[in-house]
């Protein structure tokens, strides 16, 4: 699949701006939602005297949520219509999470979560979807990295919403609840560009995870080593002799590298035949950073430099991945195969927190650098696969 593309015969090779900033609007939403809700609803639940095993239970509910909805989003926005979805799921996540608030009993908040994240995660389908159809192949890549970027952003904007009113009160709450709230208004306003869904998928919703394999394992990888690493580097950064604020400073360094190299890479997949080459790359480097981490942690400056170019490249893998995808896909098959995209991601989630732990209980603390390793080393191998012994299908 990767080396014929499926292409839309009514291609558009100008930017359509309303979409842009509508899908823009509803991706800051997720972010910020997702950037905010973890940190404050942990925090709530700690305070209440809730065990760390029933905290993660209950944060656990996230990952399942979105590979639950993942599959659905397709299917409802075919029926209602995407602009109907996305403000539908808009409404959903805004009542739950006032609902939070108000949700007194710890079982409620079990129910909150699923339909909360489960409503994040439609939008975040279908603003992928809308982004994919509004970018002009041509500079497919420039708008991707614009989007990335803004995802970025609005994950590092919750916690620092956080950071400043804190947890009390119903504030932070109505707060989330009004930014998501807010990306209705440029949604609505750019119904008229509402992409159409118009026809039933070609396939069964797994048969795209497999249907496009470089781009959706390439989001996998992002998911868990994104989510393992943000989770678990802070213990590794502690056991390697920095302390608290220097590992945090390591963590903002990624973050950052994350957020500045999303659009350049952008530029640079647009003007690169074959995404899976760059693919590759990052994963290389990903790689050859994983492992030379244990080597050089004990210089700051250093390995400041390294996260700084890993978080880069790590997030290259989401960017150009969703980039790879949209060249190969339109219509129906685009929309399932970014649920598909977005399912695998949630999955990476699930994945490498519990991989990367056990990683550091097996092997000791330097496990954390030899299970990114094993990660990018999965994707390096299926990227080469593909590329040189890969079969030709149409």
Not at 28 to 46: F, H, K
């Amino acid at each position: 699949m990767d080396q014929s593309p499926l292409r839309n015969p009514a291609v558009r090779e100008v930017i359509h701006w309303p979409a842009l900033i509508a899908a823009v609007a509803a991706i800051t939403a997720v972010g910020i939602a997702i950037g905010l809700g973890l940190p404050l609803l942990s925090v709530i639940l700690e305070k209440r005297g809730v065990s760390s095993t029933m905290i993660g239970l209950n944060s656990a509910m996230a990952g399942v949520a979105a590979m639950v909805a993942a599959p659905l989003s397709t299917m409802i926005a075919q029926r209602l219509g995407v602009v109907n979805t996305m403000v539908a799921s808009i409404v959903a996540a805004a009542i739950s999470a006032l609902g939070f608030y108000f949700a007194e009993a710890l079982w409620m908040w079990f129910p909150l979560r699923i339909v909360f994240h489960g409503a994040i995660t439609i939008l975040f389908v279908l603003s992928e979807f809308w982004i994919n159809t509004a970018a002009p192949p041509s500079r497919r890549g420039l708008v991707l990295g614009i989007y990335a970027t803004v995802l970025s952003l609005g994950f590092a904007a919750g916690p620092l919403i956080f950071s400043v009113i804190g947890s009390e009160g119903i504030l932070p709450f109505a707060i989330g609840a009004g930014v998501i709230l807010l990306a209705a208004v440029p949604i609505l306003m750019a119904r008229k560009e509402n992409p159409v869904i118009d026809a039933a998928p070609n396939y069964h919703f797994m048969r795209y995870i497999f249907l496009v394999p470089t781009a959706t394992a390439a989001v996998f990888i992002f998911g868990a080593v994104e989510s393992g690493g943000l989770a678990l580097f802070p213990v590794y950064a502690n056991r390697t002799g920095f302390t608290e604020s220097q590992g945090a400073l390591l963590l903002m360094m990624m973050g950052l590298g994350n957020v500045l190299f999303q659009i350049p890479v952008g530029l640079i997949a647009d003007r690169i035949g074959d995404r899976r080459r760059l693919l590759s790359l990052f994963a290389i480097i990903g790689l050859v950073g994983s492992l030379a981490l244990p080597f050089l942690i004990h210089n700051w400056l250093v390995t400041a430099v390294i996260l700084l170019f890993w978080g880069g490249s790590v997030a290259g893998l989401y960017t150009v991945g969703l980039a790879h995808l949209g060249d190969k896909l339109h219509g129906a098959d685009l929309a399932s195969a970014n649920a598909a995209f977005v399912f695998c991601y949630a999955l990476g989630m699930l994945v490498g927190p519990q991989t990367i732990g056990a990683a550091m209980d097996v092997a000791g603390h330097h496990g954390f650098a030899w299970a990114l390793a094993f990660f990018f080393a999965l994707y390096v191998a299926l990227t080469m696969f593909r590329m040189v012994l890969g079969p030709k299908r149409a």
